[in-house]
């Protein structure tokens, strides 16, 4: 079938089989690798990404639901000029990463928190990442970049 | 060291590779695709014993999209490998020994059309008797699993003994001797990543393979033997690993050989992804084991004696079993003072899949059993476990049970003191004792360690490091110890840039490659930081002296005169000259300015007749102290808080070092409560993460954490291990508090809610 959406807001449209999902059309079609197969049965959340705002397992959502969705990826995150943004940047400096392989698929699902609750405590944030295994670094430091992001953005937010 | 130290422990230090990955451009093994790759799928067992009486794999070849298909048949030796025990096969031979034991591989244009030429493929089997129960694995009408008893002893894969005085005398005039036995199953490592790799053929009849494995120069020597090739034709470059904990060798090295010899027939690049469910049952585990302990203490509480006989089940195959068999025997007592002590310990074959190396590597197992078996007795001597522990640790200057003394500084007081007085230890201790009987039931419980530096007595513990400055004043480092995670390439990067006195921006870390990387033996037993870390050190001292020399030279005066700072050397004329110019200058003089460091960590020995001698060059130590809530109903267990102290000398890499305590301590968790990984007559019961339960971000709770300093003399300034030990303490100290809050003795592990219902309602 014929799916037309936008993926970092740029249009795009794939012909591929309905059943087909979402982190094969990102991995194989259009080469972004960024979102990770873990279990590709929605028990790990390597493979999240953000569609219409919602954090999303791509690895269990098929094409057909695809259709003038905007799709957003950790690709999508950084300035045009490859700025990494401040959630990604958090990461960096709280040492939340170590193997990385979560990381992608945290980090999205940290954003889409964020889209929704802008001020979350350390509570809510571990509630939004209860879908996202990481076997590395026991989540303490993600926390920690997470609420630090949420922190700064409040923060600007007042001083503007 | 002192605090004049500039980049090592700096808190500022982040990891040399984070940007990469939080951008999502960080590039692993499945991440790579080449045009023209074909796809490899495997044909694994589903039994767990059988006899391969037919294998044709000419019908897949019929398959549209299948390009070639191999079996043992296509290895020197029949692809035999494995080391200690030369046991395994890459692909199996005249037998299966578990389910998941990969048989043949074929590899095709698509998934598709391998997975249906794998389909294709002609197996014949003739089921074997089973032995899945370890315990009756030395039976003698046990089923035979190995194709040659390499102690010529039936299953026996390994034994193994310490002898340190005769414990019965001592034990029989003891007034308390506790006598108990722990379980624990496998663990699987679970790695967010699967294994892969992708191996591309080079004309002149070479091949270069992208492997997510942990130590590829090893990788290489295996490889280059089963394929009839020479160490030089076969090139393995570490991608970025998406985790490993031990548990991507063995398995990575069957896949490597794989996809090489499918590249090697088809002239095209060759890929093998696992998936999660082939991931689960061919991956090897932590080895189930079963710990009995008889320990006996006089009337005042003080330890005299112990006895520990261990059962460890290597499953199919010995991978690391005899190894991790033996660091769980020099530790099985615990970081106790004893007058006499043995150990004997017996590691079998089942066909209960395969076990290999795992963090902790046979100490968690250990350190587990020895400290619930302390809590035991703490609680009979009516002693709190802290005190208890006190009054019996090993300090430094002490004879370990093994019969070797603790040299070095033991950070061991300092680390139980911290948790004691930031768990707020003696309140709740006396808060949750006197709790009614509620639904919910609170309790506090502790653990400590102690854990044997490097290989020990597992062999020779060496590593090389080499250092280049580039024309563009760039420095270019390198090691075959590889990062899958832990932060060792930032803490090289720290250490050189600490020992040269550059900014580690300066400096750039190669991954590992065979090609250009120099062999260093295996990224294992966290020995990266001592080990490698002295190599890179001693690297950066010669690199150091050549610019002294370059600079001595420019500067008109003897290399003792200069003094060097901020990157700028200044000479007895007072007019200092930068780095980059001393570089130009070294480039003119024709000074290579490239150099190879090598570091070994002091010999010791362990005679493994007798059983006695020096396990360890040197250990480092900890305690946690876990707070519990129990809910009586469920007899589910919520941990509410962790406090951990690890003694690993001077931190050199802060972040990296909390982030590995962290993580270790999630592991921990999981190992306590989740994380079994079970066979049924030889049938793995758990198929994908929905079924084997790693911790969540819900699940791990906030953890207060110190790093406790002691002088260590040999470490690059100072520094001692910590990715495994970790890890090792948080399983009893969970069980310890599960005690405290419902009074129930954990000794078989995961401590699953069910059983724990069970117990509380009868
Ligand atoms: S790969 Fe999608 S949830 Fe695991
Ligand atoms: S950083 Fe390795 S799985 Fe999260």
Redesign the pocket.
């Known amino acids: 079938m014929n799916v037309s959406f936008t993926v970092n807001g740029r249009p795009t449209a794939v012909d591929v089989p309905p059943k087909m999902v979402l982190l094969d059309i990102l991995r194989d079609v259009l080469g972004l690798t960024g979102a990770k197969p873990g279990c590709e049965i929605g028990s790990c959340g390597a493979c999240t990404v953000i569609v219409d705002g919602e954090a999303q397992n791509s690895c269990t959502f098929p094409a057909s639901r695809l259709e003038g969705t905007a799709v957003l990826t950790i690709e999508g995150l950084a300035a045009p000029d490859g700025t990494p943004n401040d959630l990604q940047q958090a990461f960096v400096e709280h040492g939340a990463?170590?193997?990385?392989?979560?990381?992608p698929g945290?980090i999205m699902a940290g954003e889409a928190l964020l889209g929704h609750n802008p001020t979350p405590n350390r509570t809510e944030i571990r509630e939004a990442l209860a879908g996202n295994?990481?076997?590395?670094?026991g989540y303490v430091q993600i926390v920690d970049a997470i609420e630090a992001t949420a922190r700064q953005r409040a923060g600007v937010e007042e001083a503007v | 060291m002192s605090s004049s130290l500039k980049y090592v422990g700096n808190p500022q230090a982040q990891a040399v590779d984070a940007l990469d990955k939080v951008m999502g451009r960080a590039r692993y093994v499945g991440d790579m695709t080449l045009s023209g790759m074909l796809h490899v799928k495997l044909l694994t067992s589903r039994v767990p014993h059988a006899r391969i009486m037919k294998l044709d794999v000419s019908p897949a070849l019929a398959v549209p999209g299948v390009v070639a298909a191999i079996t043992s048949a296509d290895f020197a030796e029949n692809g035999a490998f494995g080391w200690p025990i030369k046991d395994a096969f890459v692909l199996a031979h005249e037998k299966v020994r578990y389910v998941g034991d990969p048989i043949a591989a074929v590899a095709a244009e698509t998934e598709a059309a391998a997975t249906a030429g794998v389909r294709a493929i002609l197996l014949e089997l003739e089921e074997l008797p089973v032995v899945s129960d370890p315990a009756h694995a030395l039976d003698e009408d046990a089923p035979l699993v190995p194709l040659v008893p390499p102690k010529d002893e039936g299953n026996l894969c390994e034994s193994l003994i310490v002898r340190n005085g005769d414990p019965d005398p001592i034990l029989a005039a003891c007034e308390t001797v506790l006598d108990e036995t722990y379980h624990f199953q496998h663990q699987e490592h679970a790695?967010?990543e699967m294994e892969g790799a992708l191996a591309i053929p080079a004309p002149d009849g070479s091949v270069t393979i992208f492997a997510n494995d942990q130590s590829p120069h090893i990788n290489r020597g295996n490889a280059a033997g089963i394929l009839g090739l020479a160490e030089e034709n076969v090139r393995v470059i570490q991608p970025p690993v998406?985790?490993s904990f031990g548990g991507k060798d063995d398995v990575l090295y069957q896949f490597t050989a794989v996809t090489a010899r499918l590249a090697l027939i088809t002239h095209r690049p060759v890929r093998l992804l696992l998936t999660r469910e082939e991931s689960l049952q061919t991956s090897y585990k932590r080895e189930a084991m079963s710990l009995h302990l008889q320990i006996g203490m006089d009337g005042n509480g003080r330890l005299r004696a112990g006895k520990a006989n261990l059962l460890a089940d290597s499953g199919a195959y010995a991978s690391m079993t005899p190894l991790s068999s033996w660091r769980a025997s020099m530790h099985a007592l615990g970081t106790y003072r004893y007058e006499a002590a043995t150990v004997d310990t017996q590691a079998v074959y089942t066909n209960n899949g395969y076990s290999g190396a795992f963090r902790g590597f046979g100490n968690t197992q250990s350190a587990a059993a020895s400290e619930i078996a302390i809590d035991e007795l703490a609680h009979l001597a009516g002693i709190d476990p802290i005190e208890f522990r006190l009054k019996n640790m090993l300090r430094t200057g002490d004879t370990a049970f093994t019969g070797n003394v603790i040299a070095h500084e033991s950070g061991l007081e300092k680390c139980l003191l911290w948790v004691r007085e930031q768990s707020d230890w003696a309140d709740k201790r006396a808060q949750y004792a006197a709790q009614d009987d509620g639904e919910l039931a609170r309790g506090i419980g502790v653990a400590c360690y102690f854990h044997g530096t490097g290989l020990g007595g597992e062999g020779l513990d060496y590593a090389r490091a080499t250092l280049e400055i580039n024309r563009d004043h760039t420095i270019t480092l390198q090691s075959g110890l590889t990062d899958y995670?832990q932060g060792s390439r930032t803490v090289f990067t720290l250490v050189a840039a600490e020992t040269l006195g550059v900014s580690p921006e300066r400096i750039f870390m190669l991954r590992p490659d065979t090609q250009t990387a120099l062999e260093t033996g295996p990224t294992v037993a966290s020995r990266a930081s001592i080990v490698g870390g002295n190599a890179v050190r001693v690297a950066a001292e010669k690199i150091s002296h050549l610019l002294h020399l370059a600079a001595a030279d420019l500067l008109a005066c003897a290399a003792e005169r200069l003094l060097w700072q901020d990157e700028q050397f200044i000479g007895p004329s007072e007019s200092p000259v930068s780095l980059d110019a001393v570089i130009d200058h070294a480039f003119e003089m024709g000074l290579q300015l490239s150099v190879q460091g090598y570091w070994q960590i002091p010999e010791i020995h362990w005679d493994f007749e007798t059983g006695s001698g020096t396990p360890y060059f040197t250990y480092s130590f900890g305690a946690q102290v876990a707070d519990v809530t129990v809910n009586r109903q469920a007899g589910a267990v919520r941990v509410n808080k962790i406090w951990a102290a690890h003694d690993a000398g001077q931190i050199i890499y802060p972040n990296g070092a909390k982030g590995q305590l962290l993580g270790g301590i999630a592991q921990g968790l999981g190992y306590a409560l989740t994380e079994g990984f079970s066979y049924k007559n030889g049938y793995p019961e758990k198929k994908n993460l929905n079924q084997y339960k790693l911790p969540t971000a819900l699940d791990v709770p906030e953890i207060e954490t110190t790093f406790v300093k002691t002088t260590f003399p040999n470490g690059p300034f100072g520094a001692k291990n910590l990715a495994e030990p970790v890890m090792i303490a948080t399983t009893p100290a969970i069980a310890n508090a599960v005690f405290q809050a419902v009074g129930v003795r954990c000794r078989q592990f995961p401590i699953s809610a069910a059983w724990l219902r069970e117990q509380l309602l009868g």
């Open positions: 990463v170590q193997c990385g392989y979560c990381i945290i295994l990481c076997r590395c670094t | 790695y967010l998406g985790g995670g």
